[in-house]
Every structure is written in structure tokens, then in C-alpha cells.
């Protein structure tokens, strides 16, 4: 079956420092990589969605120099927070696809928290 | 804007009864509608899900009624089990297009 893992599950870093965090999918070809971030009330923002071979999309309010991405093959994407600040505490989630389908594969979640 | 609205933000039902939980959308070109379940310190498991083509899509004891016309959708969960509390969403999308997500209903189910 299809499988995502996110690494790591938790990070507690210091204001203005950075957190990189890793989505590994298991069983399938993630073609697309969409990556959200769930608030303590738990509504999602879309931050980027990323397509092997194309150019990665961000959201409105969210930019590569804040969340840079890096999807380099079709089982692995990355995303950093840099310089991290209170605003940008949650549980980031990778969401994979593959091909055209629609289904999307989440992992357990990164959680960022900053102090 | 909300695209994708739920309703109630949470709900509560006994043991053995039907929890109904409600979304509608904005974007009549959404054809995609995947529901969610999520556990507290879990990410979102895909439950059950549906395309505009079809009006009803049922797993066990999941279902989904779809209203293409009125941009509705609800999910049933009949026979609720206790170990059915938990978050639901809805979603929507389109082609590839990023999946759009509701706020919630926070189902809780009394043994």
C-alpha cells in the first residue's frame, strides 16, 4: 500500500532558527508533493504544491525564501522553515500523489515548535 | 474566502446512532471530494471519497451523498463507534490541483 513518512515527528527550535523536515513515499511514485500547514485549530494552509519536472507552485503568503523545497526524485521532498518565529508553529503535512490521481497519501506530520 | 465549508464543528452521538456530518463547496469546477479522518497526533488518513459523477459512495459503514446541483455533500457514519471520534474533513480538488480543505467536524462518540 502507499505510505508516507515525515521526519522528524517534532522540533522544538529557538526563534529565528531553522528546521528542515522530510517526506519519504513508500509503495508508489510521488509524481506531486503538496505541502500544508495545520494550525493548532486545525484549518490547513496550502503552502506549495510540487510536480516532478515542473516549476513549484506557492501559495499566497508563503514564499520559497521562507519555505524552500527541494523534490529532487519521485520518492523524497524536503521543506526547511527558515528562520522560524512564533507565527509559524503547526504541524506542517506532506501530501503525495501519484501520477493524475486525485488520492493524496499524508505522513504522521512534522511539528514545529518554537520558543 | 472559505472554498470548502463544514458543519457542525462538532458533534456528538451515542453509541450505534448515525452521525451526519455536512460540506459544501464554492468552485462548481471541483470533482473531487476525498473525506478525511484524523486522529488527535496523527496526520489525515484518507476515509472514503467520491467524484461528481456519482451521488452516493458507500464504505461500510461510511457514506457519502453527493448534490452536484446544490454544491452539497455529507458523510453518514451509521452504527458509530466509539472508535470512530475523531476529526473529519472534507476536501476538493480539481485535475492536479491542490486538494482544499475544510475546517473540521470534531465527531465524538459516548459508549
Known amino acids: 500500500g502507499a505510505l508516507v513518512y515525515q521526519y522528524p515527528r517534532r522540533t522544538i527550535c529557538k526563534s529565528g532558527t531553522s528546521m528542515r523536515m522530510e517526506c519519504q513515499a513508500v509503495?508508489?511514485?510521488?509524481?506531486?508533493v503538496a505541502w500544508y500547514r495545520q494550525s493548532p485549530q486545525k484549518t490547513f494552509e496550502l503552502i506549495a504544491l510540487?510536480?516532478?519536472?515542473?516549476?513549484?507552485?506557492?501559495e499566497q503568503n508563503f514564499t520559497q525564501e521562507k519555505f524552500p523545497i527541494s523534490h529532487p526524485n519521485l520518492s523524497f521532498s524536503s521543506m526547511t522553515v527558515l528562520n522560524a518565529y512564533l507565527e509559524d508553529r503547526g504541524l506542517y503535512l506532506c501530501?503525495?500523489?501519484?501520477?493524475?490521481?486525485?488520492?493524496?497519501?499524508f505522513g504522521e506530520g512534522s511539528r514545529l515548535i518554537v520558543v | 474566502q472559505q472554498q470548502v465549508r463544514q458543519s457542525p464543528q462538532s458533534l456528538t452521538v451515542w453509541e450505534g446512532e448515525t452521525a451526519i456530518l455536512n460540506c459544501s463547496y464554492e468552485?462548481?469546477?471541483?470533482?473531487?471530494f476525498p473525506w478525511y479522518q484524523q486522529f488527535p497526533g496523527e496526520g489525515p488518513a484518507l476515509l472514503i471519497s467520491i467524484r461528481s459523477v456519482s451521488d452516493k459512495k458507500e464504505d461500510g459503514r461510511f457514506t457519502i451523498f453527493f448534490n452536484k446541483r446544490e454544491k452539497k455533500l455529507s458523510l453518514h457514519i451509521t452504527d458509530s463507534q466509539p472508535g470512530d471520534s475523531a476529526t473529519y474533513f472534507c476536501?476538493?480538488?480539481?485535475?492536479?490541483?491542490?486538494?482544499?480543505f475544510g475546517t473540521g467536524t470534531t465527531v465524538s462518540v459516548s459508549p
Open positions: 509503495g508508489f511514485q510521488a509524481t506531486s
Open positions: 476536501a476538493a480538488n480539481q485535475g492536479g490541483r491542490a486538494l482544499i
Open positions: 468552485d462548481s469546477t471541483f470533482n473531487y
Open positions: 510540487s510536480t516532478v519536472n515542473s516549476a513549484i507552485k506557492y
Open positions: 501530501g503525495a500523489r501519484e501520477g493524475v490521481g486525485n488520492t493524496l497519501y
